[in-house]
């Protein structure tokens, strides 16, 4: 989670925004999206589930209303305004690959290396955690493992999301995307999608016979789940990011060894 600059006043928070802080609320919505089947047709089967996970995870039951509130919100939302119709609520669960797993053979690089190799590329200004979020770094033992928390594919191509939790503020006009920039780098979100962007381009790389990057990757989508809202256009809680196929190539050849 982003730290907070300041302590909202209770008054002011209402539906999603009101729900609790912290990372026992993160795996609590990861645990929704994950296991919600995203073209349902009956709202009471999303609900039966909300109800059934915030039991799970502690919360009390009169947070329902407001995970129901904002579930549709961001099946609806469009996750590219330059592919059309590309929406989660069109996402079939035998299209979608949900917590997918990867590890991959690392080159053996100081962490100084990977930090100044991340600088070189624009990406990070500061040193590179070895752990951001479920991505795990052990470039001394040579191997880099990590979980994303969902591939998906639509039209021929794969495309991954990171679902955020973070709180930016009480209202949608928070998650802006001048805001989102700011958490990206500040979290090392950043790095963090564009390992993710790598490992999928080589594991895509070795199930696809005629693989191409420009054809088969579609994009890397951090959803600010408090954030999304399609009535207020595409440009809130949804930060998007297609690295170029060049610089994909450029920091395979310097971190994997393959």
Request: glycine letters at 8%; charged letters at 25%.
């Amino acid at each position: 989670e982003a730290d907070l600059a300041w302590v909202p006043r209770p008054e002011t928070l209402s539906g999603i925004f009101e729900f609790p802080m912290g990372a026992r609320a993160g795996t609590f919505l990861h645990d929704v999206m994950e296991h919600l089947d995203f073209t349902y047709k009956d709202p009471s089967a999303a609900r039966s589930l909300i109800d059934s996970k915030l039991k799970e995870h502690g919360f009390e039951a009169r947070w329902a209303d407001a995970v129901s509130e904002m579930i549709p919100k961001v099946l609806a939302a469009s996750l590219d305004p330059a592919i059309p119709g590309l929406r989660l609520k069109k996402i079939e669960r035998d299209r979608r690959f949900d917590e997918w797993e990867f590890h991959f053979p690392l080159k053996r690089v100081s962490p100084d290396r990977l930090g100044v190799l991340f600088q070189d590329q624009g990406l990070s200004q500061r040193p590179i955690p070895e752990t951001i979020g479920p991505l795990h770094f052990a470039p001394v033992k040579g191997f880099m493992k990590g979980y994303v928390d969902l591939v998906f594919e639509w039209e021929g191509r794969f495309h991954l999301i990171d679902w955020k939790s973070n709180f930016l503020g009480p209202a949608v006009q928070f998650y802006s995307q001048e805001a989102l920039r700011g958490v990206m780098q500040k979290e090392a979100y950043n790095v963090q999608s564009i390992i993710y962007t790598l490992a999928l381009d080589q594991y895509l790389r070795s199930r696809i016979p005629d693989y191409g990057y420009e054809t088969h990757f579609g994009g890397a989508y951090y959803m600010f789940l408090r954030g999304v809202d399609p009535e207020l256009g595409p440009d809130f809680g949804i930060y998007r990011m297609r690295p170029s196929a060049r610089r994909i190539e450029a920091l395979r050849e310097a971190l994997l060894d393959v």
